[in-house]
């Protein structure tokens, strides 16, 4: 069972180095958030996830910790953070911090006592090998760096020491169950750094590669899911309102394990290529086919089907009802910004879609204004996903409004072009992309019918076009082309609408059972 404020959520995801930078030190800060929570709440969010705050070396933007309790300096301190869990309840706004339970940074305390060839009480708290010119098959890992005369493994970049959960088949002698001592102590390191921020305000966890945790684990995940089912148990007791969100991929096998939400991000065994990108741009690959023809769903004519989406997606929303949420997403700080592949109108139209399906919706700051996706040099471990962090664009002043540096000193460059999208640029313009964001999350908070738990029936036609689904009593339709389509509607369904309309983009009409979507359309109707 999720948490019950999830019913209503919306979620906003910052990405600190990029927000708001209150000190001019060129780089976002906590104190820039808890400026810009009036923004927040102006969108309709009611909630946070904050990407990695905490002392790192920043090879990997964070999600290489090296103290889990400590907000790195360049952020602010401690007490900073525990300010903004005050100002943002006062405002209705709950905050989840990022737990990186699998990995921590290779200059974390935990693994330099690990590594030293001497025996001492963090040994075990990463997964050694036997012997320095020993590994193991099927698991990366690094010899030749330690005192210790053993390979370590890596649960991702180089920097990223696996940490000890244990193996759920052990196919060699040096390999740990996940249920010995020491793998049990890991599980309660972690749980202490959650009860540690719980206990100062945070409400709760995205939790990072949340399935990678027992290594050679079966199908189901047992293993890992044993882990997280003990971390619920705890949560229930000691913190029942708190919520996690896993970076799983697999609603079915998340939930079940404990999570009350699962985000949405690639196919069933595929690799981590967002579904949300591949129904914006069929089949493209958050890296590879960034360029190649595009065929997403909502591209007026381009020709895109939703139905792939649609099959996947419903299967695993039928499997998890009950059990909690799918979040799906607007882009994160790994994926390519949707603006990438859709101008102005159809990202209206594929917000408007994610923002009245069920589950607990996130919007990636910036994609609220459409902000680009930037072709930028590599940055703390980013790569290709740099382009999509770049700084938040507030208004026209210098580096648009995100810091008063001198502009050298920027954490990453700033959109120049002359038409780069900015908050204040679209805050009178009742039709921008940002208001039309508004809107729609305005209509779900007012009507239970557009929110986590109503009921979903997608009325199917032989072409997905007018793509029409009922949410509880509304009707939702969305056309993404360029010519106006009709659609009567099922007796069941026109029998019991009275055909008001409550949100619309473009036009469209409702008379006799017929609905009459205009080119490039959405509307509910009630
Ligand atoms: C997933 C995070 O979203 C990503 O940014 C990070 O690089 C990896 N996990 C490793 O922690």
New binding site residues.
């Given amino acids: 069972m999720a948490a019950k404020w999830l019913k209503n959520a919306v979620f906003y995801e910052i990405y600190p180095q990029s927000f708001k930078d209150s000190n001019g030190d060129g780089i976002g800060d906590i104190n820039g958030i808890i400026q810009k929570l009036d923004y927040i709440k102006s969108l309709g969010c009611n909630a946070l996830w904050i990407n990695p705050c905490y002392d790192s070396p920043f090879k990997?933007?964070g999600?290489d910790v090296r103290d889990y309790k400590k907000v790195a300096p360049r952020y602010g301190t401690n007490e900073d953070l525990y300010r903004l869990f005050d100002e943002a309840h006062k405002k209705g706004i709950r905050v989840l911090l990022d737990l990186?339970p699998g990995?921590t940074s290779e200059e974390h305390p935990w693994f330099l006592e690990s590594q030293k060839a001497e025996k001492n009480e963090y040994t075990d708290r990463f997964i050694w090998t036997e012997f320095c010119f020993q590994g193991t098959d099927g698991l990366p890992y690094i010899g030749g760096e330690s005192e210790r005369s053993a390979c370590y493994i890596l649960n991702?970049f180089k920097c990223?020491p696996a940490l000890n959960y244990g193996f759920y088949r052990i196919t060699e002698p040096w390999q740990k169950s996940f249920r010995d001592a020491s793998a049990l102590t890991t599980r309660e390191a972690i749980k202490d750094v959650m009860r540690f921020w719980l206990s100062h305000g945070c409400d709760g966890f995205r939790v990072?590669?949340a399935s990678s945790l027992v290594k050679n684990d079966d199908e189901k995940k047992s293993g890992t899911s044993e882990i997280w089912h003990d971390i619920r148990r705890m949560l229930d007791l000691e913190f029942p309102e708190a919520a996690m969100v896993s970076?799983w991929n697999d609603p079915s096998l998340a939930l079940r394990a404990g999570f009350d939400m699962d985000f949405y991000l690639n196919e069933p065994g595929g690799g981590y290529s967002t579904l949300l990108r591949d129904y914006y741009n069929n089949g493209g690959s958050i890296h590879g086919d960034r360029n190649s023809e595009d065929h997403s769903y909502f591209k007026k004519d381009a020709g895109g089907n939703i139905n792939r989406f649609l099959g996947q997606y419903l299967e695993r929303y039928e499997d998890t009802k009950g059990l909690g949420y799918i979040s799906l997403l607007t882009c994160?700080?790994?994926t390519i910004r949707p603006s990438y592949s859709l101008d102005s109108t159809e990202l209206k139209l594929a917000y408007a879609f994610l923002f009245t399906m069920p589950g607990v919706p996130f919007l990636y700051y910036g994609d609220e204004i459409g902000m680009k996706y930037l072709e930028v040099p590599t940055k703390e471990?980013g790569y290709f996903?740099t382009g999509s962090r770049t700084p938040m664009q507030w208004d026209g002043s210098a580096n648009l409004g995100f810091s008063t540096s001198d502009g050298s000193e920027l954490y990453l460059p700033v959109d120049d072009s002359a038409d780069a999208p900015t908050v204040a640029s679209q805050e009178n313009d009742p039709n921008s992309l940002l208001n039309t964001v508004r809107s729609i999350i305005a209509l779900r908070h007012r009507e239970e019918d557009l929110q986590a738990d109503a009921s979903l029936r997608f009325i199917c036609s032989e072409t997905d076009r007018p793509l029409i689904y009922c949410r509880g009593s509304l009707v939702c339709s969305v056309n993404t082309g360029s010519n106006e389509l009709k659609t009567a509607l099922p007796h069941d369904v026109s029998g019991r609408i009275h055909g008001e309309i409550l949100f619309k983009i473009g036009d469209v009409s409702v008379k006799d059972g017929m609905i009459s979507a205009g080119p490039q359309s959405f509307a509910v109707i009630r």
């Fill in positions: 990997d933007a999600y990186v990995h991702f990223q990072d590669m970076e994160n700080h790994d471990g996903r």
